[in-house]
């Protein structure tokens, strides 16, 4: 009798492949190109993080402040308190309100610092 060599042969989906090749690019070295892409966006993505922490900050800040205020005005029994209460609601209200223009002031600030870094790799990319 005659011996038959069957081989499995199996090859992947695209999805699985694309995977694949995705792990494999996180264990090989950077090429030049790469390292400064990455510069790039770690650039652009720290203008943004800085500024959307101290706007949180403050509006989360504030809007507890609000509540404190509320509370003292609206609980029975704590007439004593009322007037405090209202000038710390507003106190509230006003960094609540005042959150979004920090928000953009401190990223534009941040932005105009970058600004030559960023268009230096840039350039240095699209040659």
């Known amino acids: 009798m005659q011996e038959k060599n069957e081989a499995f042969s199996y090859t992947y989906s695209a999805k699985e492949q694309e995977e694949i090749k995705k792990i494999r690019d996180k264990y090989a070295p950077p090429t030049k190109e790469e390292a400064s892409m990455e510069r790039l966006r770690r650039l652009d993505k720290s203008a943004a993080r800085g ?5 949180l900050i403050i509006g989360i800040i504030s809007s507890l402040l609000f509540g404190v205020g509320m509370c003292c005005t609206l609980v029975p029994g704590w007439e004593k308190y009322f007037a405090l209460g ?5 106190v509230g209200i006003i960094g609540v309100i005042c959150a979004y223009p920090i928000y953009s002031r401190i990223l534009k600030r941040k932005r105009e610092k970058i600004a030559p870094e960023i268009l230096r790799i840039s350039d240095e ?3």
């Not at 500024?51 to 706007?55: F, Q």
């Not at 209202?86 to 507003?90: E, N």
């Open 51 to 55: 500024a959307a922490a101290v706007s």
């Open 86 to 90: 209202i000038v710390i609601g507003v």
């Open 125 to 127: 990319l699209l040659k």
